[in-house]
């Protein structure tokens, strides 16, 4: 009984003074953390629409929409942030999207924590074969309506098409997934304000 | 006169006799996974220094108190606790390191090196002597993914720590670099190369 009591104490205390530790270095981490997520999500916008020279942020039906514009003031096209569920944990990407809304500019993973070696390589530098560049350089100018598909092994077809991580395919179709359906609530919000602007 | 040469033996075997990756083969995860840079390699062993560190300090000062039923669980709670201090600093302060080691830094929770020494060495030796042990082993760990990464960076790319030392052709000179040292297999041909060699050479003498 008294080992018993012993054990259960020990772990409580050492329990309870990890975690009043952990928190005190928590709240010192979290704003410089945010701080960096704000920067990368800054560069990530001239990266998805390379022609951006400024940009507006603005926040429509709870989604926040970049629009950017070139050196004259042309619209380039809308970036805002894609997030939904990967093979381990979420996947937060920004996606840029034409001025047509039928074309991607580009999309740059923000944060994942897929495998590494195999779902890891939707953010990596390593280049597909048949395909011939790398997972994200293929969404640079795909085609979003239909919206995109992805297959496996092969050289895409199709101009919506993208190829698949081999022995990634959750991942990659969660990517693919993510975008559409990002790209079709996005696509609607900025047609109806289109329609309300007329 | 005694007591400081035991610390310096404690110290100084992590390096080369008890190396915790080219002696004692542990911690292969990291080892093979992060290093390739040398940068990668020497953040990675620094983040295991300090938590191997402040886990053996803290264990080896209350190792009495902590009994014999639950010490794994309780040296989970604290390494965990320091891994993600660790983590969160790095996150803070680094975040394209933190960002290129990834799962790396959590997972150094389960690095065999760090439970190991709390199991086999600080919780039975006092403060003064599992902190040496705790320095020793970091340092051995770091200096070991310090070597392989710096050599599978200067195969690779021609640098080392950042540093250009070879050309490579693409910049006009005559390394052709070789890719495979970038990729998983690289990690296991540079530490397979390196164990033969320790081996033979520990076999001679």
Redesign the interface.
């Known amino acids: 009984m008294k ?1 018993a009591t ?2 259960i104490t ?2 409580v205390v ?2 309870l003074f ?1 975690g009043g ?2 928190s005190f ?2 709240r ?2 979290k704003p ?2 945010e701080a ?1 997520e704000r920067e ?1 999500t800054r560069q990530a916008i001239f990266n998805v629409l390379p022609e951006t020279k400024s940009y507006e942020f603005s926040e429509k039906d709870g989604v926040g929409i970049y629009q950017c514009e070139d050196t004259s003031g042309n619209l380039v096209g809308y970036a805002f942030v894609a997030e939904g569920g990967g093979y381990q944990d979420k996947i937060k990407m920004m996606v840029g999207l034409r001025p047509d809304l039928k074309t991607l500019g580009g999309i740059e993973i923000l944060y994942s ?1 897929e495998t ?2 195999l779902g ?1 390589k939707i953010d990596s530098e390593d280049i597909l074969q048949p395909v011939g560049e790398t997972f994200t350089e293929q969404f640079r100018e795909l085609q979003v309506s239909p919206p995109i598909e992805s297959v496996k092994g092969k050289k895409p077809t199709s101009p919506n098409q993208i190829q698949a991580i081999t022995g990634a395919t959750i991942s990659s179709r969660s990517v693919v997934e993510i975008i559409n359906e990002t790209v079709a609530k996005v696509t609607g919000i900025l047609k109806e304000e289109g329609k309300k602007e007329k | 006169m005694k007591t400081s040469w035991q610390l310096y033996a404690d110290l100084i075997k992590g390096l080369w006799r008890e190396n915790p990756v080219f002696r004692q083969l542990l911690a292969m995860c990291p080892t093979l996974a992060v290093t390739t840079t040398a940068l990668q390699g020497f953040t990675m062993g620094i983040a295991v220094v300090f938590v191997l560190i402040l886990s053996g300090v803290v264990i080896s000062s209350f190792r009495k108190l902590i009994p014999h039923q639950v010490r794994i669980a309780t040296f989970t709670i604290i390494i965990a606790a320091f891994v993600t201090i660790t983590d969160l600093i790095l996150a803070a302060t680094f975040p394209p390191m933190s960002k290129a080691l990834g799962p790396y830094v959590p997972l150094i929770v389960v690095n065999c090196i760090i439970l190991g020494r709390m199991e086999a060495f600080t919780s039975k030796h006092p403060v003064s002597r599992s902190f040496m042990d705790a320095l020793g082993m970091g340092l051995g760990f770091t200096l070991t993914l310090v070597i392989l990464g710096s050599i599978r960076e200067l195969m690779s790319s021609g640098a080392v720590f950042g540093y250009q030392i070879l050309t490579t052709q693409a910049a006009g000179g005559w390394f052709r670099p070789w890719v495979i040292m970038i990729l998983p297999p690289g990690a296991f041909i540079t530490l397979g190369i390196l164990l033969g060699i320790i081996n033979t050479f520990s076999r001679k003498s």
């Open positions: 080992t012993r054990m020990v772990l050492v329990g990890a530790t952990l270095v928590y010192w981490a410089q953390i960096h990368l924590r590494p070696g890891g």
